[in-house]
C-alpha cells in the first residue's frame, strides 16, 4: 500500500530524510520509532505530499489519511463538523459507525473540539482520518499528553480496526514500547536515517534499540 | 420626526452598508488570512455597473444582481492575483489588493468616466404615526438582514461553509483533508466580492460613487470589521451599525466633516488597545 | 578598485552628474526634475520603514504635507522662510514620534490600515483648520531665502533638492553602517531574534520612523517654496501609495534601490501623461494610464521581484559574472586538453 524507496527530503541545505525506504503491506501495522526531530513527521508530510522529496520514489496504493501530530484540529468546529471534514475527499459523509467506533464521542457531538480533553481530540483526529476510508492511516504522536489508559483504549480501537476491516496502520511514536507492542513491523529512525528495521519481536530483544529507546526489557502492557 | 430620530435611521442605514462591507472583509480574512484592501472598489463596482444595466433598459432587481455577479466575478479576479502564486504572504497580498483596487481605479475611469454617478433607489417615504421613514433605508435594512441571514445559515448549515470555517481554522489540517484551500480562497473572495457589491447596489441611490468612493466605504468597513474582531461576519451587523449611528450623531451635531475621522480614531484605538494587551500578556507569561 | 572605493566613485559620479542635470536641463524639464529628486528623498526613507524595520507604511504623504504645511505657515506669517524649511522636517519627525507610539505596537495589516487612517485623518484636520487656510489652502508662500541668496528660479530648487538628498542619502548610509543600523538589519530578518539578543525593538523602529518621516517632512518643505501655495488636495491618499510603489519596485531597504524605483516610476508616469495628452486621446487618459502602470508595477514588483530592480540587477550580474567564469573555465580546460561537454559526476554514483 504504502511503498517509499530511497526518499530524501531537504530543507534548505540541512537533509532532513537520507534515503529513506519503507513499506506498509495491505492490512500491515507498521512502526516508526525514533527521538524527536528523527525525521518521522517529515516522512509523513512527504507522503502527504506537504513538503516536497529531493530525490527517491514514494507509491501510494489506494486512500491515505494523515493524522498530525498535535491532532490538528478544527478547533472552533464542532466534533461533527471535524468528522464530516475529515470525507470531503470521500463520497459518504456518514458519520454512525465513527460514534460506534468510539461511544465516548457520541455525547459531544456538537462541542467545540477544543472544549474536549485530550484522548477526546485524538479519538476526534483519527475519526476524521478514518471518515476519508482510507487503506492506510498514519498517526504521528498518538500518545503525547495521553493518560496510559486512554492510550490503551485507543491502541485497542487501531487493532480492532486492522483486524476486522484490515485498515493498515502507520504508527508514528517517540514512544517504542507502544508502537512495538502494537505493531507487528518497525522501523528506527535516527537524524534523518533508517538505524534498523524488522520484525517488532526481534527489535525488541536487540540490544541497540532496548538502550537506545526502551530503558528496559519490554513489558507486557496489556 | 426629530432631528435624532432622523439621524439615527440614516445611521442604521448607512451603517448596514458598513456591515455589509465588513462582513465582506472579514470572509476574506477569515478564510485567507488577507486584509482586503480593495473592498470598497467591489462596492463601487457594483454601483457604477447597475447605474449602466438601468440606464441600458434592464429592469430593477436584474440590474442590481447583474451587478453583483459582475463584483462576485471581481472578487475572483482580486483573489487570483492576490493569492493565486505560491507562496504569496499575507502581507505580499495586502499589498497586492491595493495594486489591484488602483487598477480598479483606471477600469472605472475609462468605462464611466471620473464623475460620480447615481441611480434611484426606492423613492418616498413610509409614515407610522409621527415616523417617517425613507422607503430606501428600509429596504437597505432589510436586505442587510436578509443577508446575514443567509451567511449564517451558509456557515452553520451547509458543508461548503463548514469547509470556509476549515480552512479559517486550520489551513494545514484542511489540506491534509484533502481541501484545495486556494481554491477556497477564490471562493471566500468571490463572496467578499458579492458583499460589497450588495452594499454598492443598497448605498448607491443615497450617495452617488464614483471612482474614488471606495476609500471611504473601506475605511468604515474595515473599522466595522475590526469592532467584530475581524471574526464572525455577524458580528459586524453590530459594529456596522453602530458605527453608521456614531457617525451620524457626529455629522448632524457636530461637523459632517469629522464623521470618517471618528471611524478612522474608534478602530486605530481598538487595534492600539488590542496589540497593548497582547504584548502585556506575553510579558506576563513569562 | 575594492567595492568601498567602487562604490564612492560611483557616489561621486551620481552628484556630479545630477547637479549637471539641475544645470544643464530646461525649464520645462526641470520641474519634473525636482518632482523626481522629492520624490526620491521621500521614498529613501519608505525604503528604510519597510525595508529594514518591516513595517507597512501607507501614510508618508501625510509627513511630506505637514513638512509642507509648517514650511508654508512659517513663512506666509513672516518669520523667515529658512526657519520654515528647518521646521519642516522637525515638525514631520515629531509628529511621527507622537504618533509612532501608539501605531507602532500594531504590524501587517493593521499597521498598514492605521498608517492609511492616519494620513486620512490628518488631510480631514488640515482641510478644517484655519492657519493651513482650510480646504482652499495656503496661497502666497515667500520665497525661500539663505543669507544674501534668493531662491526663485525652479533651477535654484533643482540645486536646493540635490543638495538634500545627497544629504540624506548620506545619512542614511551613515546610520545603517552604524551598530544600530546592523540591528536594523537584524530586525528586518526576525524581530523576536532581535528582540532576544538585547535589541531595543521599540525604539529602534520608532528611530527609523521617525528618521523617514524627517526626511518626508524636508521634502515636503522644499516642495512649499517650490510651489508657493498649498491645498490638502496636493497630498491625497494616493500620494502615500506612489512612494511605495517607488520603493517596491526598487527594491526595499537599499537606497539606491528607493533612487532607481523613484526615477523610473516618475519618469515612467511622465512619459505615458505625455502620450495620454496627445491630441486624440480621451481626457481621462492620463489619469487612467497613470494608475494602470502603478498598479501593473506594484503587482509584479511585489509578486515576481520581491527585492525590486535592485535585486534584479544583481542576479543579473550574478548570472553574468558566472557565466564569463563558465566559459573561461571552458577555455582553460580545452588548452588543456579535457573533455568537458560530458557531465562531472555519472548516474551510479554520487562524488561525495
Known amino acids: ?98 460514534y460506534e467506533l468510539m461511544p465516548e464521542l457520541d455525547g459531544v457531538r456538537k462541542r467545540r473540539a477544543d472544549s474536549l480533553s485530550g484522548g477526546q481530540q485524538q479519538m476526534v483526529a483519527i475519526g476524521r482520518g478514518l471518515m476519508a476510508r482510507p487503506d492506510v492511516i498514519a498517526i504521528d504522536e498518538m500518545s503525547l499528553g495521553l493518560a496510559p489508559k486512554v492510550v490503551q483504549s485507543l491502541a485497542r480501537q487501531l487493532s480492532r480496526l486492522n483486524e476486522e476491516r484490515g ?25 534523518g536515517r533508517l538505524v534498523a528495521e524488522g520484525p517488532s519481536r526481534e527489535l525488541v530483544n536487540s540490544h541497540f534499540v532496548v538502550s537506545a529507546y526502551l530503558g528496559s526489557p519490554l513489558e507486557e502492557t496489556a | 420626526m426629530s432631528a435624532f430620530l432622523s439621524y439615527l435611521v440614516h445611521g442604521i442605514a448607512v451603517g448596514c452598508g458598513f456591515a455589509l462591507i465588513a462582513s465582506g472583509l472579514i470572509i476574506i480574512y477569515r478564510v485567507t488570512r488577507v486584509v482586503n484592501l480593495a473592498q470598497g472598489m467591489f462596492a463601487v463596482l457594483a454601483g457604477l455597473t447597475a447605474s449602466s444595466m438601468l440606464d441600458l433598459g434592464l429592469p430593477h432587481g436584474l440590474a442590481e444582481i447583474a451587478a453583483t455577479i459582475a463584483s462576485a466575478a471581481a472578487g475572483v479576479i482580486l483573489g487570483l492575483v492576490a493569492i493565486g502564486k505560491r507562496g504569496t504572504s499575507p502581507e505580499a497580498s495586502l499589498i497586492v489588493t491595493l495594486g489591484v483596487g488602483i487598477f480598479g481605479y483606471a477600469l472605472e475611469i475609462l468605462i464611466w468616466g471620473d ?132 457617525e451620524a450623531m457626529v455629522a448632524g451635531y457636530a461637523k459632517p466633516s469629522y464623521q470618517s475621522s471618528l471611524a478612522l480614531l474608534l478602530a486605530i484605538t481598538i487595534l492600539v488597545v488590542q496589540s497593548a494587551r497582547r504584548s502585556s500578556l506575553h510579558v506576563a507569561e513569562q | 578598485m575594492t567595492s568601498v572605493t567602487r562604490e564612492r566613485v560611483t557616489f561621486g559620479a551620481l552628484v556630479a552628474g545630477s547637479l549637471a542635470a539641475a544645470a544643464l536641463l530646461d525649464d520645462s524639464a526641470l520641474s519634473l526634475y525636482v518632482l523626481l529628486l522629492l520624490s526620491a528623498i521621500v521614498t529613501v526613507g519608505v525604503s528604510l520603514v519597510m525595508g529594514h524595520a518591516g513595517q507597512v507604511t501607507l501614510g508618508q504623504g501625510a509627513f511630506y504635507a505637514c513638512g509642507a504645511y509648517t514650511a508654508g505657515v512659517v513663512a506666509t506669517s513672516g518669520l523667515p522662510p529658512l526657519l520654515g524649511l528647518v521646521l519642516a522636517p522637525l515638525a514631520a519627525a515629531a509628529l511621527a514620534t507622537l504618533i509612532g507610539v501608539p501605531l507602532l505596537l500594531l504590524r501587517g495589516h493593521h499597521l498598514a490600515f492605521a498608517t492609511l487612517a492616519m494620513h486620512l485623518i490628518f488631510l480631514s484636520l488640515v482641510g478644517e483648520m484655519t492657519i493651513t487656510g482650510g480646504d482652499v489652502g495656503l496661497q502666497g508662500i515667500p520665497r525661500l531665502s539663505l543669507g544674501a541668496v534668493k531662491l526663485d528660479s525652479i533651477r535654484s530648487y533643482a540645486y536646493l533638492s540635490c543638495l538634500a538628498l545627497v544629504g540624506i542619502v548620506l545619512v542614511t548610509k551613515n546610520v545603517l553602517a552604524s551598530r544600530p543600523g546592523r540591528a536594523l538589519r537584524a530586525l528586518s530578518s526576525s524581530e523576536v531574534a532581535a528582540a532576544s539578543s538585547g535589541v531595543p525593538v521599540g525604539r529602534y523602529k520608532l528611530a527609523v520612523f521617525a528618521l523617514s518621516a524627517g526626511y518626508a517632512g524636508l521634502a515636503g518643505g522644499i516642495y512649499a517654496f517650490h510651489m508657493g501655495y498649498l491645498a490638502p488636495g496636493s497630498f491625497p491618499v494616493l500620494l502615500s501609495i506612489e512612494y511605495v510603489v517607488m520603493a517596491a519596485v526598487g527594491g526595499l531597504g537599499t537606497v539606491s534601490g528607493a533612487l532607481l524605483g523613484a526615477a523610473l516610476v516618475v519618469l515612467l508616469v511622465d512619459a505615458l501623461s505625455r502620450i495620454a495628452t496627445m491630441s486624440g486621446m480621451p481626457s481621462t487618459a492620463p489619469v487612467v494610464l497613470s494608475y494602470a502602470v502603478y498598479a501593473v508595477l506594484l503587482v509584479s514588483a511585489v509578486l515576481f521581484m520581491p527585492g525590486g530592480l535592485v535585486s534584479l540587477i544583481a542576479s543579473l550580474r550574478a548570472k553574468a559574472s558566472k557565466a564569463r567564469a563558465l566559459a573561461r573555465s571552458r577555455q582553460r580546460n580545452i588548452a588543456v586538453g579535457h573533455d568537458t561537454s560530458r557531465p562531472e559526476t555519472s548516474r551510479h554514483g554520487s562524488p561525495s
Open chain 1, 1 to 98: 500500500m504504502i511503498d517509499v524507496e530511497d526518499v530524501v527530503v531537504r530543507y534548505g541545505t540541512a537533509i532532513a530524510l537520507d534515503r529513506v525506504s519503507l513499506t506498509v503491506a495491505a492490512g500491515e501495522m507498521v512502526a516508526l520509532i525514533g527521538a524527536n526531530g528523527a525525521g518521522k513527521s517529515t516522512l509523513l508530510n512527504a507522503l502527504s505530499r506537504v513538503v516536497p522529496t529531493a530525490s527517491g520514489s514514494m507509491r501510494i496504493r489506494g486512500c491515505f489519511a494523515h493524522v498530525p501530530e498535535g491532532r490538528q484540529l478544527f478547533s472552533d468546529l464542532s466534533v461533527d463538523d471535524n468528522l464530516r471534514l475529515g470525507a470531503f475527499r470521500a463520497t459518504d459523509r456518514d458519520t454512525s459507525w465513527i
Open chain 1, 167 to 191: 485498515l493498515g496502520v502507520l504508527l508514528v511514536e517517540q514512544s517504542a514500547r507502544l508502537a512495538l507492542s502494537l505493531c507487528s513491523k518497525a522501523y528506527v529512525l535516527e537524524t
Open chain 2, 115 to 246: 464623475q460620480p454617478r447615481s441611480f434611484a433607489g426606492l423613492s418616498g417615504l413610509l409614515k407610522i404615526s409621527d415616523l417617517e421613514l425613507p422607503k430606501q433605508y428600509l429596504l437597505i435594512i432589510a436586505v442587510t438582514l436578509l443577508v446575514f441571514g443567509a451567511l449564517e445559515v451558509f456557515f452553520e448549515r451547509t458543508y461548503l461553509g463548514k469547509t470556509l470555517s476549515a480552512c479559517a481554522s486550520n489551513p494545514g489540517a484542511a489540506r491534509l483533508v484533502g481541501i484545495n484551500v486556494t481554491r477556497m480562497g477564490l471562493v471566500g473572495f468571490a463572496l467578499g466580492g458579492a458583499l460589497g457589491g450588495v452594499a454598492g447596489v443598497v448605498l448607491t441611490p443615497l450617495t452617488p460613487v464614483s471612482y474614488d468612493s471606495d476609500m471611504p466605504l473601506f475605511v468604515n468597513g474595515f473599522a466595522a470589521a475590526i469592532l467584530a474582531g475581524l471574526r464572525r461576519p455577524i458580528l459586524a451587523l453590530a459594529g456596522g451599525i453602530g458605527l453608521g449611528v456614531a
